[in-house]
């Protein structure tokens, strides 16, 4: 059974960093594309970032270019999600998700770590 | 960045009904890479719809998925208790992976 846990999110305040992890298991990890997707409170989904599964191909969201920054530990069956910069705009559930290919759709999704950025 | 647009935002059907949701492309999408998501509250999304028209493992036959030119049809045929929630389409042919803004099916 596929499954991607997220942690790391909680309370920080403006202007500060955060880095989110996501634990895989149940699939080749290191096979697989994988994405983090964020969905602010009652509002819809935001791609943030993605990362091939050899890291070659890399792409952030406009929104975040810049202050975030993606990676992976295939060793570790392990994605990350470096936050610098944050904004309260950044306050949202944020969702650890894989697709095969790079070019893919998302077949899964872990539940999510909430980021909440305020003073 | 390939902006998505989804109409209508809200639908208010009742079970039974069937239901036409849009997603329109600023740019070209190849069909291989436009897929639709359903969300209920409090849930992660799941996968209905990939490649405009294949329907993922254990989706019933009731949804389906079509194209024409930048414009994405998800249609469902008649609607169950269970498929009241919120559709998302996604792009993923061009970097970054875009997302539609959601259309809310909701019991009328």
């Known amino acids: 059974e596929v499954q991607l846990v997220e942690s790391g999110g909680g309370l920080v305040q403006p202007g500060r960093s955060l880095r989110l992890s996501c634990a895989a298991s149940?699939?080749?990890?290191?096979?697989?594309?994988v994405y983090w997707v964020r969905q602010a409170p009652g509002k819809g989904l935001e791609w943030v970032s993605g990362?091939?599964?050899?890291?070659?191909?890399?792409a952030y969201a406009g929104s975040v270019k810049g202050r975030f920054t993606i990676s992976r530990d295939n060793a570790k069956n392990s994605l990350y999600l470096q936050m610098n910069g944050l904004t309260t705009e950044d306050t949202a559930l944020y969702y650890c998700?894989?697709?095969?290919?790079?070019?893919?759709?998302?077949?899964?999704w872990g539940q999510g770590t909430l980021v909440t950025v305020s003073s | 960045e390939i902006v998505l647009t989804q109409s209508p935002g809200t639908l208010s059907l009742s079970p039974g009904e069937g239901a036409t949701l849009s997603c329109r492309a600023s740019?070209?999408?190849?069909?291989?890479?436009l897929a639709w998501y359903q969300q209920k509250p409090g849930q992660a999304p799941r996968l209905l719809i990939y490649?405009?028209?294949s329907r993922a493992t254990g989706i019933p036959d009731r949804f389906s998925g079509s194209a024409s030119g930048t414009d994405f049809t998800l249609t469902i045929s008649r609607l169950e208790p269970e498929d009241f929630a919120v559709y998302y389409c996604?792009?993923?042919?061009?970097?970054?992976?875009?997302f539609g803004p959601g259309t809310k099916v909701h019991v009328k």
């Open positions: 998700a894989k697709g095969y290919n790079w070019n893919d759709h998302i077949d899964s």
């Open positions: 149940g699939f080749k990890f290191d096979d697989s594309a």
């Open positions: 990362i091939s599964w050899n890291s070659l191909n890399i």
């Open positions: 740019q070209t999408v190849s069909t291989s890479y």
């Open positions: 490649a405009t028209s």
């Open positions: 996604q792009q993923y042919g061009t970097s970054p992976f875009t």
